[in-house]
């Protein structure tokens, strides 16, 4: 069985520090692994997405996330802060590619100071 | 475009009621799933599909019940609202490689 682990449900940061939101897996097998943001009253949205291939994915509005197998981690960073990025964000494992059942962390609320 | 819409984006009803919360999406995934949200909170999987006439229940226990006799309609059904029942619910389906939420409903029961 896999799980993932959102370490801080809430992060602060300042607007133009870095954002870093970290976020750990177990999976017995190769994970898929997918960032997911999510505003007020919406739908998640996809950041980004790891299958095979290059360990440093780059996703929408700046975003980009590493897989570590060895740490066992998909941190995901932007080097700059943006109001805008204010949301919720989800980390999310899945055994394989065929639309297999994602499993969820709990969340990281991301905050950004003027 | 394809897209997965969920009508409406906010209920407001009263205690007793039934109710049903439509998912339908133009992709021609497989795969859906509903998932129950509070506010802030994590999500929450109640029911799922892997084809029609397929379905199943998710990790939490839900008093809603899902339907899935087309490919591209998944509705959700309380048969009774209660306030416990106000929540956020999510639609989502998948093909490969992650899966496409809808916006989401809000759901009021008062």
């Known amino acids: 069985a896999q799980s993932v682990t959102q370490l801080g449900s809430h992060v602060s940061v300042s607007e133009g520090a870095l954002v870093l939101l970290r976020c750990n897996y177990s999976s017995s097998v190769p994970p898929y692994l997918f960032w997911y943001v999510q505003y007020p009253n919406q739908g998640l949205q996809l950041l980004l997405k790891?299958?095979?291939?290059?360990?440093l994915v780059k996703g929408i509005n700046g975003f980009e996330a590493e897989f570590k197998k060895s740490e066992t981690s998909f941190h995901l960073t932007k080097p700059s802060a943006h109001m805008s990025d204010a949301a919720e964000y989800f980390c999310?494992?899945?055994?394989?590619?065929?639309?297999?059942?994602?499993?969820f962390g709990g969340g990281t609320r991301l905050m950004v100071k003027p | 475009e394809a897209d997965i819409y969920q009508t409406p984006r906010y209920l407001v009803i009263g205690t007793g009621k039934k109710i049903t919360l439509e998912c339908s999406q133009t992709?021609?995934?497989?795969?859906m799933y509903w998932y129950q949200q509070d506010p802030g909170m994590e999500l929450h999987l109640i029911h799922y599909s892997y084809g029609v006439n397929s379905t199943e229940k998710g990790d939490l226990s839900s008093e809603s019940t899902v339907s899935r006799i087309r490919t591209e309609h998944f509705p959700l059904t309380l048969e009774s609202a209660r306030p416990s029942h106000t929540s956020q619910y999510l639609c989502a389906s998948s093909e490969y490689h992650g899966y496409t939420f809808g916006s989401g409903t809000r759901l009021t029961v008062v």
């Open positions: 999310a494992v899945s055994l394989n590619n065929a639309g297999n059942m994602l499993t």
């Open positions: 992709m021609g995934h497989d795969k």
């Open positions: 790891y299958t095979t291939g290059a360990t």
